[in-house]
């Protein structure tokens, strides 16, 4: 029999009893000396770091990416050089609103974040399984995500904080119609697409720049539950999820992604029909076709959840020569707060953790910070410029200019912006039982909205396509409103918030409440 490792404490000294506490006596008190079981208690009282603000409860694995096809026209980043060429990589998929604890099938976006380990450093892709999303402006992006969350009073998450934002907000019509639809409630990871969402670009070799977005298309198919499918899953299996990745990779049936961009020329932004950073709208396919680039696929389960997936951190900021940024109002913003949320979470020195480390040199001039664990460069250099052969910067990775225009103001993002062609599209390509869902799944999550925020919304869906706003009134049982709703549809954003205002609305819902009153 080989001999089992000894136990010791964090320091490496032996621990005789790993069972007693020392005591005064059999029955007496502990000791405060008893260093062993303090070590131990104060060890377990840290052993959560803080959960993400969003995207807390997830599920990752580790894989590879594989170039299918040439793209070395658009990009000069390595791990497209080739065809064939394979890369390691991390994916975390997650639920956006619940906590770390909670149910994996709940109608909810799915975060898509990848991380690349690429030769010139780690390249992380993070996205959703959608290709939109609520806002455009990351100023509201805190607003958004309170209403996703409990309520200051009651604890509870908040149907009519929901949708009085969202209805207060009609650029989030193209996220919540696809959140509201059969895609709302996947049935696993698995079964996912994966989008960039923001627009990202590509620099060529000749230094040409390309705006693009990816695409991963889910190999195993979209497979997705019901509302009430979804209820009696979550009864048995909080864990849906995890439990199908995990065993799936565990089997050998290796999940896959085909990963796709479109790719836009840099001067076609100036002209195209729509903002082309703008993070509510897709480009359509027809404009900008699918080409693929590569397979992703995973094939190694995490050997420790903490250590490979909750310390895990993935950041927009994480970009490589050859791929880079966009003018997208949100993806600058999120190149500050991903970094500063992790810095926060799990520490200044996140990236040197196992999960976050590049497989490429890492030579920089930082120093010091908490849990500094990785030898702190030792006795090398700790400033630049140095005549010491400290590390110098390598002008091949800049990036050619990029042209900006404009007065510096706070531009209304909703002038000029169309937010309902993109959701009637969508809702026009759905089949008939697709539309009937949506119609149900408004309503169920509707269910206790004040009338007048109910109408508001209305108003939203009529304008996106009249029949869109029709089935959901028929399942609110708001018929009656109809032609309330059709008349609101022309007014201003300003006119409809104020027409729909707790003040205003009883008038308007009922005419004849408002004669009743006149007559007193
Ligand atoms: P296309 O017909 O070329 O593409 C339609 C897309 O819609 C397909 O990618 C399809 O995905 C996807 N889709 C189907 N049902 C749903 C759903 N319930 N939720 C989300 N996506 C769905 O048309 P366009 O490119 O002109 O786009 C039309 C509309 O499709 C857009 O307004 C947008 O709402 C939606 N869409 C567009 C995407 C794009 O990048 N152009 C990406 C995803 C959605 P699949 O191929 O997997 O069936």
Redesign the pocket.
């Known amino acids: 029999m080989t001999e089992r490792k000894k136990l010791t404490t964090a320091h490496g000294a032996p621990i005789g009893d790993n069972q007693n506490s020392v005591t005064a006596g059999p029955r007496g008190p502990l000791l405060m000396q008893d260093y062993q079981l303090l070590e131990k208690m104060a060890t377990f009282n840290r052993e959560r770091v803080p959960e993400r603000v969003v995207h807390a409860k997830g599920s990752g694995a580790y894989g590879t990416f594989t170039v299918t096809n040439d793209v070395t026209r658009y990009t000069k980043a390595r791990i497209f050089s080739e065809v064939g060429k394979r890369t390691d990589c991390l994916l975390r998929f997650s639920t956006v609103a619940g906590e770390r604890g909670a149910a994996d099938a709940e109608r909810d976006v799915r975060g898509f974040a990848v991380k690349f380990y690429t030769e010139d450093g780690n390249w992380d892709m993070v996205g959703n399984n959608t ?1 939109v999303f609520f806002v455009r402006d990351p100023y509201k992006f805190g607003d958004f995500i309170h209403t996703q969350k409990r309520d200051p009073k009651t604890n509870m998450r908040s149907s009519t904080a929901m949708w009085d934002f969202w209805s207060l907000s009609p650029e989030s019509l ?1 996220q919540v119609t ?1 959140l509201m ?3 709302g409630l996947p049935q696993g990871y698995r079964f996912v ?1 994966g989008y960039s969402s923001h627009t990202y670009s590509f620099i060529s070799a000749e230094n040409e720049r390309f705006w693009i977005k990816f ?1 991963f ?1 889910t190999m195993q198919g ?1 497979k997705t539950w019901t509302n009430a499918q979804a209820t009696e899953i979550v009864g048995q299996d909080r864990e849906s999820s995890q439990r199908d990745l995990f065993e799936a990779i565990e089997q050998g049936d290796f999940p896959k992604w085909r990963v796709c961009v479109q790719v836009m020329p840099e001067e076609d932004a100036d002209t195209y029909h729509l903002n082309p950073f703008d993070l509510t709208k ?5 404009d900008y076709p699918l080409i693929e680039i590569g397979i992703m696929e995973l094939n190694r389960n995490p050997e420790n959840y903490f250590a490979d997936i909750e310390q895990a951190a993935f950041e927009p900021s994480n970009i490589v020569p050859g791929i880079s940024f966009s003018p997208d109002k949100m993806l600058q913003a999120r190149i500050m707060s991903y970094a500063d949320a992790h810095r926060y979470r799990i520490g200044v020195n996140y990236a040197a953790l196992p999960a976050n480390q590049p497989q490429c040199p890492v030579h920089t001039y930082h120093r010091d910070g908490n849990l500094r664990f990785d030898g702190n460069s030792g006795g090398a250099v700790n400033y630049e410029p140095n005549s010491m052969g400290g590390p110098v910067e390598d002008s091949r990775s800049l990036e050619p200019p990029l042209k900006v225009s404009g007065d510096v103001d706070r531009y209304d993002h909703r002038v000029g912006n169309d937010d309902y062609t ?2 009637g ?2 809702f026009r ?2 089949s008939g039982d ?1 539309k009937e869902q949506l119609f149900s799944n408004i309503a169920e999550a509707m269910d206790g909205v004040p009338e007048r925020i109910q109408t508001r919304q209305l108003v939203h869906f009529y304008k996106a396509d009249p029949d869109y706003a029709c089935g959901v009134a028929g399942k609110l049982n708001l018929t009656r409103l109809s032609e309330q709703v059709a008349a609101l549809a022309d007014l201003s954003l300003a006119e409809l918030i104020e027409k729909t205002s707790a003040e205003a609305y009883t008038e308007l819902a009922t005419p004849e409440a408002s004669l009743a009153k006149a007559a007193d």
Not at 282 to 286: E, K, S
């Open positions: 290709p193209h696809i639809s059969d895609r697409n695409h298309k979209i897709v480009w359509p396919h027809g993109q959701p599209n969508l390509l759905m697709q």
